[in-house]
């Protein structure tokens, strides 16, 4: 497995006398984009599975006070699958392909470590729609769903996560996160059955962020 991960933060840190000094109306821009490539070929099955996927988000926040910055995320995600099973004569291989647009309001409350170390905890609210095109059986990006026919489908969730942040300079910063925790509900409605709900608790203990960010001043 290939897996490639780019991340590219802009954010706020607090106020210290050496790093960084901010102020209420300063404002920053940014985002994350990320892209994962897997291919796996089983000879016992004589089968072939490729899964690639892509995601991008741009921000912009405002800074509040000193500590507090609030903001919002656009995003965007697509997911394609492959199985090819070549010891089938009537279904050798399924394509399945997925889009989801989404928007996420956010809170950060950040504190000082150090003059150049800061902790951060990262909150949002993420609403988003998604369209699956389904050619064989699916498992929805980021849930438990499995669907076997063309779906739409809604997504609403709440999240925390923690976020380190290291200041080499004044105006950027290098950070670094280690799991979150959330709720998130899940409506999805099938071609060939009826809408449903599905409701989940996140906590995501083994997930991993980096990030570089560029900060943006008021005189």
Known sequence: MKTILIGLVFGFVGATPLMA????????????ASASFYTNVNKANASKTTDNSFSIRPSYGYVVNPRIAVGVGLGYAYDYNNFQYYLDPV??????????YSIAPF????LPIS????????????????????????????????????????AVSI????????FP??????????????????????????KQTVKN????????????SYYLKNK
């Open 21 to 32: 000094q901010f102020f209420k109306g300063n404002t920053f821009v940014g985002g994350t």
């Open 91 to 100: 279904n050798p291989h399924g394509k399945n392909h997925s889009n989801f």
């Open 107 to 110: 809170f950060r409350y950040y």
């Open 115 to 154: 003059s150049s170390v800061f902790f951060a905890l990262h909150t949002e609210l993420s609403a988003g729609v998604g369209k699956a095109a389904v050619g064989n059986n699916y498992t929805i990006p980021n849930s438990n769903v499995f669907v076997s026919a063309n779906t739409n489908w809604s």
């Open 159 to 166: 999240t925390s996560k923690p976020v380190l942040i290291f």
């Open 169 to 194: 300079s004044t105006h950027w910063g290098i950070e670094a996160g280690v799991g979150s925790i959330g709720f998130n509900q899940l409506v999805y409605n099938p071609s060939n059955s009826e």
């Open 201 to 212: 608790f996140i906590f995501n203990a083994g997930s991993l962020f980096f990030g570089l």
